[in-house]
């Protein structure tokens, strides 16, 4: 039911109050939830518990809602983010109950008497107004996953190091039994994975990326290491990585995981796959993951517009050791030989994947980046290439209509590698370092850029870029781990 304009005003009113007290009213909410019903701890990630980002992000989000209460569209995205998220994790609409009476009694606890029972009842016909467009969101999510309504056994069938601290995870369902493909997604999304805990003693989810282009038989996600925790070490129990490290040090091939359906908001339309402006990847560490399945999408959709016979391009063809399928472009599901896309004959397309790290050894997907490169690069068309790439990577070499353009940001060089092809700037990315016409490509008005990496990378590279005139619809930043809520 909408609420009214008096509760409207009551909500507004409490501004100022949440802004003071809304890290303590959703820390308090947490702590009484979890306890009193230690199911959930399954749900909600203990790691950020910890370090506070949960409360701090319910909070973010909480004030939020309150300061647009009179304007539920300038929240649209976050609730899309915030329902992708919930529906990886298979949030139920009874679970909005529980929500819903520890967080009003935590704003009880925490104001006192000054909640009085005008701006509780006000608070609570607002939770429900939220929680019902979230309930609904989440059922129609639900249905477009068909009958993949729970969690879905996986099994680990190939570990690939990318670097120093990222591994890829080939992951192929164990519950294939009719033969059916996996449903596709679109580049850019996200699963859930579900793991026990036994620190924790209790199980543990988080969203990865899938970082390779939609094929029928397996998903990939390509995981960092996060440093501090050893999973075998009953001490070490507050600190992140929890997930992480099980996957790197436990979990082997052959191993079963649970595996939720595809989610997300941040993803390349399948009208910008078809498209022909230019597209701008900017990431920073492992936020490079969803940017490549954004790329090898598009180099699979052009080559198989090329002509060729497979696609080169992404690991399902090039080195997975999974059942790779055949002669398929997977983000359309036409044969690969089909040509389909009305920009063959135009100029390549251009697509700057423009990646920093902290090192060379951080650096993840260096060869398959550089190889894409070369393949791509218009001025090689379909000729031998002078990088020396392994016969492998030159026998898939493609009829060309994409034009891929790597930079590589590394703070810290290795001895040996060499400026122009192992890395192009020394330190973090800055934009300003780029050409704004042959590396940004402002000069296209319908140039669109990808975003993924720390917080504070993402929001200070967007505002980088309006700056420069882009509009702020073609920015598109991952957002999953703020709750859809960036810092200003
Ligand atoms: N799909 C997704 O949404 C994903 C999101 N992520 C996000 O990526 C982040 C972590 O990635 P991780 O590899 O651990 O990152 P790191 O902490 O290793 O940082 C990676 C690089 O980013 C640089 N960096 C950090 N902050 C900024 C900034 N404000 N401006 C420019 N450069 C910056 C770092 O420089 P320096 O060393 O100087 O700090 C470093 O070179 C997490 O916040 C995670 O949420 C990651 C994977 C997937």
């Known amino acids: 039911m909408a609420l009214t304009q008096e509760q409207i005003n009551t909500i507004k009113a409490t501004v100022p109050v949440l802004e003071q007290y809304g890290g303590i009213i959703t820390t ?26 949960q409360p701090r992000a319910l909070a973010q989000s909480v004030y939020a809602y309150a300061a647009n209460i009179d304007n539920l569209g300038a929240l649209s995205a976050a609730v899309e983010n915030i329902c992708n998220k919930h529906a990886s994790l298979y949030i139920r609409p009874e679970q909005y109950n529980i929500v819903g009476t520890y967080l009003l009694a935590a704003m009880k606890q925490v104001l006192g008497d000054a909640l009085t029972p005008e701006i509780h009842d006000a608070w609570a016909a607002a939770y429900w107004q939220l929680a019902n467009i979230m309930i609904d969101r989440e059922a129609q999510l639900y249905k477009e996953g068909g ?11 190939k570990k690939v190091a990318e670097s120093a601290e990222i591994t890829s995870l080939y992951l192929e369902p164990v519950e294939n039994v009719d033969g059916k493909a996996l449903p596709p997604f679109k580049p850019g999304q996200y699963i859930s994975v579900m793991l026990d805990v036994p620190n924790l003693n209790h199980q543990q ?23 501090g925790v050893n999973p075998t070490n009953p001490e070490m129990k507050a600190h992140p990585g929890y997930v992480s490290n099980i996957l790197h040090d436990i979990k082997k091939e052959g191993d079963v995981i649970l595996v939720s359906h595809p989610r997300g908001d941040f993803f390349l339309s399948e009208q910008s796959v078809e498209k022909s402006h230019p597209i701008v990847l900017i990431s920073a560490g ?31 063809a090039q080195n997975s050791g999974t059942a790779a399928p055949t002669g398929q472009c997977p983000f359309s599901g036409k044969s690969a030989n089909a040509s ?7 100029s390549p397309r251009k697509i700057h994947f423009i990646h920093g790290t902290r090192s060379t050894e951080a650096q993840a997907f260096r060869k398959h ?29 493609p009829r060309s209509n994409l034009d891929v353009h790597v930079t590589f940001f590394n703070k810290t060089p290795a001895a040996g590698d060499v400026k122009g092809k192992d890395y192009h700037h020394v330190g973090r990315i800055d934009l300003d370092k780029l ?39 073609r920015v598109k930043l991952e957002l999953f781990g703020t709750g859809g809520v960036p810092a200003a």
């Not at 009958?147 to 069938?157: E, R, S, V």
């Not at 031998?384 to 026998?395: C, L, R």
């Open 28 to 53: 308090t909410f947490y702590k009484n939830m979890l306890s009193e019903n230690p199911e959930l701890k399954n749900v909600f990630n203990s790691a950020n518990q910890i370090t506070g980002h």
């Open 147 to 157: 009958d993949w309504t729970d969690w879905k056994k996986f099994k680990i069938a």
């Open 205 to 227: 989810a988080r969203q990865y990326s899938l970082s390779d282009s939609p094929n029928s038989n397996y998903y990939r996600i390509s995981v960092k290491k996060e440093s």
């Open 286 to 316: 492992v936020g490079l993951t969803p940017l490549m399945s954004i790329l090898n999408t598009v180099a699979c959709k052009k080559s198989s517009a090329a002509g060729a016979a497979k696609c080169p391009f992404a690991s399902h």
């Open 340 to 346: 389909t896309t009305p920009h063959s004959s135009s």
């Open 369 to 397: 980046l550089l190889a894409l490169q070369t393949k791509t690069s218009s001025s090689t068309d379909n000729e031998s290439n002078s990088q020396g790439d392994s016969d492998k990577e030159n026998e898939a070499k």
């Open 435 to 473: 050409d704004r016409d042959t590396e940004l490509y402002l000069n296209d008005p319908k140039t669109e850029y990808y975003v993924c990496g720390p917080e504070g990378f993402m929001t200070e590279t967007r505002k980088k870029l309006v700056q420069y005139g882009v509009d702020v619809d």
